[in-house]
């Protein structure tokens, strides 16, 4: 990071960390204006990071830099006209996706009107969009091109005060009051046909009575992956597990499923073998194998 701006940010979060200054989105927005600059990518997830320190700032708007590593991975090599994060926090993924894929428009929707202001300081590149929780897939409406790429850390946990439904163009219809199904399937069903969706979701989305995933393949979807975050990963604001999950609009038989873990050797590994579908055994192939979808949540579980 420019030496200068950095001193300028630590400034700004130690003001914050001391009381001398309120932490309110506003007030920061205000302040990165008044600097004239744009944080590049690589530097905006230390910078939310130290802000959340110093502001005891939401959980919600954090991304493991772990997750940032292997998303470049899994996109290296692709290129994107629209791309989209649906449930954007901050814009620190988002402006990863945006810079890897080189997209000419990223869509990053905040979740409340409280933050908008702060996100599009932080990342004036992205085309922000506002959330509404009673409909936060509204915003697809607005939409005439397909998404060639979606990624997303979904809301944990959260549910919506109505059911909200989701249709094909073939009439099948899915509906889901869990806010994390609702966002992953309506999104996906916007990917163009070599599209690719990366979400985290809950251990729920493959376990829960209610899941979604089983209705998805009605939908023209399938989960082509499921990668399980390392234990912790999202610490000290949640212990909660997670999986990165890679969903496509297509049909499959199988899912890939494996472990991450903090070596950025091992999961670059993962990643490789994953692209190229390689099935080979030993050691070069770390915790990876194929499975078919119906053993799904008994095989996620066991790699979790």
Not at 68 to 91: F, H, Y
Not at 217 to 228: D, N, Y
Not at 273 to 292: H, K, Q, S, V
């Amino acid at each position: 990071m420019n030496p200068n701006l950095l001193q300028e940010l630590r400034k700004l979060s130690n003001e914050i960390a001391h009381g001398q200054r309120r932490s309110d989105p506003d007030y920061l927005a205000n302040r990165l204006q008044e600097f004239g600059i744009s944080i590049p990518p690589a530097d905006l997830q230390w910078f939310v990071a130290d802000l959340l320190r110093s502001s005891g700032g939401h959980g919600e708007n954090f991304v493991p830099p772990l997750l940032l590593d292997v998303v470049r991975c899994l996109l290296d090599g692709r290129s994107a006209s629209v791309a989209c994060d649906p449930w954007a926090g901050l814009g620190i993924l988002a402006a990863v996706i945006h810079e890897v894929t080189h997209a000419r428009r990223t869509i990053a929707c905040a979740q409340s009107a409280n933050s908008e202001a702060l996100s599009r300081a932080l990342t004036p590149q992205l085309d922000w969009r506002g959330g509404q929780l009673a409909n936060p897939v509204a915003f697809l409406e607005t939409l005439s091109d397909p998404l060639d790429v979606i990624a997303s850390v979904l809301p944990f946990g959260v549910q919506i005060p109505e059911p909200i439904e989701i249709c094909n163009s073939s009439g099948e219809r899915v509906e889901s009051r869990e806010l994390a199904s609702v966002v992953l399937a309506a999104t996906s069903m916007r990917l163009s046909p070599e599209g690719v969706g990366l979400f985290v979701v809950m251990p729920t989305f493959f376990f829960a009575q209610k899941s979604i995933l089983p209705d998805l393949p009605r939908l023209g979807l399938c989960v082509e992956a499921a990668l399980a975050l390392p234990a912790g990963s999202f610490a000290p604001y949640t212990t909660i597990s997670t999986y990165l999950v890679v969903v496509r609009r297509r049909a499959s038989a199988q899912m890939f499923v494996a472990q991450l873990s903090h070596d950025l050797h091992t999961n670059r590994q993962i990643v490789a073998n994953l692209r190229e579908g390689t099935r080979r055994e030993g050691a070069t192939r770390p915790r990876a194998t194929f499975i078919d979808t119906p053993r799904c949540r008994r095989s996620a579980e066991s790699v979790g």
